[in-house]
């Protein structure tokens, strides 16, 4: 049976061409149903006040960098979205006198404009916000070294190779409106995917790259970080991987909320539970790797109730 037209974007594949009962199951999950999914390699956490939500989360900076010896260096790959931990990694680092020079750290994302990735001077630049946040705050005498701070630009060659001879303890981020790890989005409905979207094994083959991002999520990052300025938001993006993320030994994805919706949540929670793996969900491929965790804050978990307003 063919599968139905995106109700978001036709063009596009996502998460509205999924079965509906799937969808259906999704939605009727409980809170509790939520997070009693988890299983081997597939954890789940609850936080009950978002000061826990966003300490644990930088500490998953901490605990990464204090493996990293120069003998065996160790990093993490981290997200702008959410970015409230970030503050909170420099606190830890500065009190703890924790020294960064054999650490590193992966930027996730960049903006691309004309083929080129954003200037730091550009507003949205991830990049900026990584530095302004977290890195600029940190004492010198502890600081990253440059060299140990990646960032994707349209050479991908030379972001692929810094993850080589460096351990990723953990991979980082957010869940998007359109069920994304990092710009990881679901494809257009085109070419050799006009009936079904790429196999899970020929989207995890991918590498850091140029994307063209999904309708959904221009809507989403101008919401969230221009005041809903859609012109503002650049259409492409350069993104770390599946190639690279099953690279890393945890992939960890916070929820707090507000970045996805309480069926987002829902959705792809089930999905990793139980298996099912598609490339129109993006996030739903990590059911396939072999340590992920997913951390919820409690308040922010919703319900899926239909409630007018």
Wanted: charged content about 20%; overall charge negative; glycine content about 8%.
């Amino acid at each position: 049976m063919a599968r139905q037209l995106s109700k978001i974007a036709p063009d596009w594949w996502d998460y509205t061409t999924l079965d509906s009962a799937l969808l259906d199951d999704a939605a009727a999950l409980t809170a509790d149903q939520l997070l009693s999914l988890g299983r081997p390699g597939f954890k789940i956490e609850v936080y009950d006040t978002l000061e826990e939500f966003y300490l644990a989360e930088a500490l998953e900076y901490i605990a990464a960098w204090q493996r990293s010896t120069p003998d065996n260096p160790v990093g993490i790959c981290g997200p702008i979205g959410p970015t409230e931990q970030l503050p909170l990694v420099a606190l830890l680092v500065n009190q703890l006198g924790l020294s960064l020079e054999s650490a590193h750290f992966w930027g996730m994302d960049e903006w691309l404009l004309n083929g080129k990735a954003v200037e730091q001077d550009h507003p949205l630049s991830f990049a900026r916000a990584d530095r302004e946040l977290c890195f600029d705050r940190i004492r010198p005498e502890l600081a990253m070294p440059r060299e140990n701070m990646h960032f994707p630009s349209e050479d991908v060659s030379v972001y692929e190779q810094s993850w080589s001879g460096v351990t990723c303890a953990v991979i980082q981020g957010g869940q998007g409106e359109i069920k994304h790890w990092a710009f990881n989005d679901p494809v257009r409905r085109a070419g050799a995917y006009v009936d079904a979207p790429p196999t899970p094994s020929e989207y995890r083959k991918l590498g850091t790259r140029a994307v063209e991002l999904h309708p959904l999520t221009l809507v989403q990052n101008a919401r969230t970080s221009g005041g809903g300025n859609i012109p503002l938001v650049p259409t492409h993006a350069l993104t770390v991987g599946p190639a690279q993320t099953w690279q890393a030994e945890r992939v960890s994805i916070w929820h707090p909320g507000h970045h996805d919706n309480p069926f987002g949540m829902r959705l792809t929670t089930l999905m990793i539970s139980k298996g099912i793996a598609d490339s129109a969900v993006p996030m739903s491929l990590l059911a396939e790797h072999p340590d992920v965790r997913f951390s919820f804050y409690r308040g922010g978990i919703g319900t899926c109730e239909t409630e007018m307003h």
